[in-house]
């Protein structure tokens, strides 16, 4: 392949310098400083510089009259870097003592000179090892990396032979061997060479004695009708450049980086660079891109910094502007229709309707604006009459569950859709149930309280399974259909499976668990916790990971979340009236935003829209938080300086 040294011109040998039996590993040259040493075998041709073929753009020449054989100056006279490495062909100037290069700067070259490579810069790539003494990669690498491309799969298999000393594990060389067979096999079948193609499968393949499930699938590709059929249930892109380039890069993995740098090193080590500084930014709220194109390398990735105050909301201030574009920390609308303390909200899982409970008795569906962002009341869905406190969406938000606080023993389903009241469910009227969370299937929910009610009901609210004696404070279903987590008054959350009638402890707080939810990918559980306030739990490794400092938790329920473009924000409520947010990985806040005038009781972060944020209080309000309204460019210049001095 032309960006890893499969020459569009002439074939040419690399040249080896005499060595011992495990040859040298790469670095720059010996004293030489980059002359290739003087023995060649009968009949090879020079080297290109880098230790690669040259490709069809380069094979005429250097400028300057230089030669491409390890920095040797051609017949014609010494051009400008063969002046500067002391290399003149007479004239009796004394010979320069070049700085030894640093293990890391051989490094970087080496790096630079496969990027370039790959964007088909020989030429450059030649001038660089030639003034820097360094090769590319090991002299049998690059031969094996010419023959793989070629597909001479017999020179290929003999390279091989010449790294097994360069291999570190001896089982390498074997795997090598078979994923080189294999192209081999496979290119035969699809030219349609079937007798050559059994012979290499027999007597080549099968006496590996290694993955011998892999040779019964390729035994069954001799069955294919034409060359599409091999290509589909190989999953192989046939013979040529792309199948060999993919099986070049998984030998590659098997050779030490001296010997052969891994594929497109250099833009690895950027994307990771960039994905880390990303990674540490606190306000960072946009949607992960690993696309290098998107990003400037040349200044490091900022968000924000510095503090300002928009009404009432504290916030970190933007100077690149990207928080002020993506972080709700601006009061953008206050919804008042309530008529006494808001107990809850939640946000669809579209993201187009916000569903407020409330101590009024009622559930109002608001509509979200997809232009504007701004939300209008869509529905009053009326008669709960011990009010609202805690509300669940199906998962395809055709319905919706609202529960009553401790002393309800009624549960509403409602369709969304119409505003028609399902299910009205009562077991019991000594029952409590606060809390509901849906199976992933949408057909059945459960729901509890804390005077030991714990059911698993159908749409209709028919009883499918119970579980006694578990008093739910918050209940969770996972995302395998089968586990059910509930926080109990044990202060722990358990996990409760339905089919088997198994359970187990996951997490033991010291205080009462009043909330919890869980992240996207099951992985992190928030806690709101009596007195302690938010701490995050991760439920695969069963430990506390981090304790958020500044909000004020007492024996109020209330509930946080998670949020943002990739769930890397956590907002909760808190009885000081504000709104705290933190990054997930810091355990300080980044923004405490005023606004509320009473106990802030549940935050809910808009799952497709990341900059987009309610709260709900017991001041009978609603408010939703959105970026700061546009700040001229001077202004925010002049802030930052300020904050800066």
């Not at 968000?303 to 953008?332: D, E, H, N």
């Not at 400092?549 to 924000?569: L, R």
Request: glycine letters at 10%; hydrophobic letters at 35%.
């Amino acid at each position: 392949m032309q960006a890893n040294g499969a020459g569009g011109g002439q074939q040419q040998q690399q040249q080896q310098p005499p060595q011992g039996p495990a040859g040298p590993e790469l670095g720059c040259l010996g004293a030489q400083n980059g002359e290739a040493s003087a023995g060649t075998a009968a009949g090879d041709q020079l080297a290109h510089a880098n230790g690669l073929l040259p490709s069809a753009n380069s094979g005429g020449g250097s400028p300057g009259g230089l030669s491409v054989n390890n920095g040797v100056p051609a017949a014609g006279g010494p051009g400008p870097a063969a002046a500067e490495l002391g290399g003149s062909g007479g004239g009796g100037s004394a010979l320069k003592k070049k700085k030894r290069l640093s293990q890391s700067d051989e490094d970087v070259i080496r790096l630079i000179g496969q990027h370039l490579h790959g964007l088909g810069l020989n030429q450059t790539v030649d001038l660089l090892m030639q003034e820097s003494g360094c090769r590319l990669e090991h002299p049998s690498a690059t031969k094996f990396r010419n023959h793989v491309m070629e597909g001479e799969w017999d020179k290929a298999e003999n390279d091989l032979n010449e790294l097994k000393a360069l291999v570190h594990s001896p089982h390498a060389i074997v795997r090598m061997k078979f994923l080189l067979l294999q192209q081999k096999y496979l290119e035969y079948l699809e030219d349609g060479k079937v007798l050559e193609a059994l012979q290499v499968l027999r007597c080549e393949l099968t006496p590996l004695k290694y993955n011998t499930e892999r040779i019964h699938v390729l035994s069954g590709y001799l069955m294919c009708s034409h060359a599409e059929d091999l290509r589909a249930k190989a999953e192989w892109e046939g013979k040529g450049t792309a199948s060999r380039s993919k099986l070049l890069d998984k030998l590659q993995t098997y050779l030490p980086p001296s010997v052969m740098l891994p594929p497109r090193r250099l833009q690895n080590l950027l994307r990771q660079a960039v994905e880390l500084q990303r990674d540490r930014c606190l306000y960072h709220n946009t949607k992960l891109d690993s696309n290098l194109d998107s990003v400037s390398l040349l200044i490091d990735h900022v968000c924000s910094r510095g503090l300002r105050s928009v009404c009432g909301a504290l916030y970190m201030l933007p100077c690149l502007g990207i928080m002020r574009k993506q972080f709700p920390c601006y009061t953008q609308q206050i919804l008042t229709e309530h008529c006494n303390e808001v107990w809850f909200c939640k946000f669809s899982n579209d993201g187009t309707k916000l569903a407020t409970g409330s101590k009024d008795t009622t559930v109002i569906i608001w509509q979200v604006d997809p232009d504007t962002h701004q939300l209008k009341l869509l529905k009053t869905l009326e008669g709960h009459a011990y009010g609202v406190s805690y509300i669940a969406w199906s998962p395809d938000d055709n319905y919706l569950v609202a529960c009553g606080p401790d002393d309800c023993s009624e549960l509403w389903l409602w369709n969304v859709q119409t505003g028609e009241l399902r299910t009205k469910m009562s077991q019991s009227h000594e029952d409590s149930l606060t809390s509901v969370a849906w199976n992933p299937d949408g057909k059945r929910f459960v729901t509890g309280g804390q005077r030991g009610q714990f059911y698993q009901c159908d749409l209709d609210g028919n009883l499918l399974d119970s579980w006694e004696g578990v008093r739910v404070q918050c209940l969770w279903c996972l995302s395998d259909g089968k586990t059910v987590l509930a926080s109990d008054t044990h202060q722990r959350i358990r996990g409760y499976n339905f089919e088997d009638l198994t359970d187990r402890n996951i997490v033991q707080e010291d205080h009462p668990i009043m909330s919890f939810t869980i992240s996207k990918n099951g992985r992190l559980a928030l806690l709101n916790v009596a007195t302690q306030g938010v701490h995050l739990w991760d439920l695969q490794d069963r430990v506390l990971v981090r304790k958020y400092q500044g909000v004020t938790q007492g024996f109020y329920t209330i509930h946080s979340c998670f949020g943002g473009h990739n769930e890397d924000f956590i907002a909760s409520g808190s009885e000081d009236h504000k709104v705290y947010i933190w990054h997930k990985r810091s355990e300080l806040p980044i923004a405490e935003l005023t606004g509320h005038t009473r106990t802030v009781n549940c935050v809910s972060w808009n799952p497709q829209i990341p900059s987009m944020m309610a709260s709900a209080s017991d001041d009978g309000t609603v408010r939703i938080w959105g970026p700061a309204p546009f700040v001229d460019n001077q202004d925010i210049e002049e802030e930052c300086s300020s904050m800066d001095s």
